[in-house]
Each structure stands twice: as structure tokens, then as C-alpha cells.
């Protein structure tokens, strides 16, 4: 493989083809501590509020769908609509789907 990127039989783009004339300055994006803060106080009113059981609930079905042939899309709204976090459904569905890790081959 690297033989074949190497004389140019193999095209990886940014290294033997396209590449830039220049490299563009990095900027990480920084995140105001506050705006953190904020968003944490936030989750936590809306995990105090809401019905948590009526969640875990959804989040299950939500789950069991994913396990079979049902359509996730139905349990899912419905969790959502229980006001799970979109983080708590993916949490749900990596559960039983895993997470995909893609192969190292072009």
C-alpha cells in the first residue's frame, strides 16, 4: 500500500495528490466556561422536571425496537417527547448497536 502511495499508483488525497500550497492555521474552538456551566444547570432542571421513569420507559422500548425488526424512529420519538436527551437515546441505541468503527484500508 505505501509503495503504491509512494510512486503515485495510489491516490490519498492531501498526501501524494491535492495538497495545500500552505498549511491553514488552526483554531481550536474554545467554549466559554459560563456557557458550560449554563448548559449543565439547564440539563439538570430538565432531569429534575421531567417524568425520569416515563423516560426510562421510552428509552427501553426504544432499546427493544433496536434489538428486533421494529422501526426505531416511533420509540424514539416517543422518548424524545418524554424530554430524553438526544444523548440518552444514543446511549440507548449504542446499548445494542455498538458503535462502528471503520476499517483502516482505502
Request: glycine fraction near 6%; charged fraction near 30%; proline fraction near 4%.
Amino acid at each position: 500500500v505505501m509503495q503504491g502511495i509512494e510512486d503515485g499508483s495510489r491516490t490519498v488525497v492531501g498526501v501524494n495528490r491535492f495538497r495545500a500550497e500552505q498549511e491553514e492555521q488552526y483554531d481550536p474552538l474554545r467554549v466559554d466556561p459560563a456557557i458550560e456551566a449554563d448548559q449543565s444547570a439547564r440539563l439538570a432542571t430538565l432531569r429534575a422536571d421531567r417524568d425520569n421513569a416515563e423516560v426510562t420507559r421510552h428509552l427501553d422500548a426504544v432499546k427493544a425496537a433496536a434489538q428486533g425488526t421494529d422501526n426505531v424512529l416511533y420509540p424514539l420519538k416517543e422518548a424524545l417527547r418524554a424530554r430524553a436527551t438526544v444523548g440518552e437515546v444514543c446511549h440507548a441505541l449504542r446499548s445494542v448497536w455498538g458503535i462502528y468503527h471503520p476499517a483502516d484500508a482505502f
